[in-house]
């Protein structure tokens, strides 16, 4: 059998672990395709969530774009409280794979753009988000990936070797910010990819 090259797994959480789209939420609350599409692109944007991702309260976020966009107030607002209807389950091919991990022993963790408020809400809801060694959450950092800053808390706080530590995200931006920090990272485009990339570095996964 290969020596294992890795001595660590780190997991990035939404589009890897968890299925989370504000599509799951939106669909029913604006059944008009374009006029969802430009809630979700221009109002209620990935750049407006990423502060939240940041450590912006959820509070002030709600108040700040309700007061742009009064007329969208109701569906802001859903962002924020019907924010659990947005995640549709656990990745459960990815979560066996987990599994395997931690029973062979080996360290596992949890390195995510994610408001540290609704990190808490889906630790609730999908226990498997509290099976991991460590984790390292965006919103309560207030630094986000692919910022160098975030990758380096991880590896010092859990004293890993960087290069002995491999990592999985399905954005390649986040995958290239880990290389850059030194970790052995890959894109994840399945758990079945992810399992072959594991035994490719050594790793004894069914």
């Keep these: 059998m290969t020596e294992a090259t890795i001595d660590a797994v780190?997991?990035?959480?939404?589009?890897?672990?968890?299925?989370?789209?504000?599509?799951?939420?939106?669909?029913?609350?604006?059944?008009?395709?374009?006029?969802?599409?430009?809630?979700?692109t221009n109002i209620a944007s990935p750049a407006w969530?990423?502060?939240?991702?940041?450590?912006r309260p959820w509070a002030e976020a709600v108040a700040e774009l309700t007061s742009l966009h009064p007329e969208h107030a109701e569906w802001i607002a859903a962002y924020d409280h019907g924010w659990l209807k947005m995640v549709k389950g656990v990745f459960e091919d990815t979560a066996v794979v987990l599994g395997e991990l931690q029973a062979l022993g080996l360290p596992t963790y949890a390195l995510t753009n994610f408001s540290g408020e609704k990190w808490e809400v889906a630790k609730d809801a999908f226990p498997v988000l509290t099976s991991f060694d460590g984790e390292?959450?965006?919103?309560?950092?207030?630094?986000?990936?692919?910022?160098e800053k975030i990758y380096r808390i991880l590896?010092?706080?859990?004293?890993?070797?960087?290069?002995r530590t491999f990592y999985t995200?399905?954005?390649?931006?986040?995958?290239?910010?880990?290389r850059a920090a030194g970790l052995d990272a890959e894109v994840f485009t399945g758990a079945a990819d992810l399992r072959i990339q594991l035994r490719s570095r050594g790793l004894a996964l069914q």
């Design 10 to 40: 780190v997991f990035d959480i939404g589009g890897v672990l968890l299925d989370w789209s504000p599509t799951y939420l939106y669909a029913d609350l604006i059944p008009d395709e374009d006029e969802r599409t430009h809630f979700l």
């Design 169 to 178: 995200d399905d954005m390649a931006y986040n995958v290239d910010g880990a």
């Design 136 to 147: 390292v959450v965006s919103g309560v950092e207030q630094t986000a990936k692919p910022d």
């Design 155 to 163: 590896i010092d706080r859990f004293g890993l070797d960087p290069a």
């Design 49 to 55: 969530n990423h502060r939240q991702d940041e450590g």
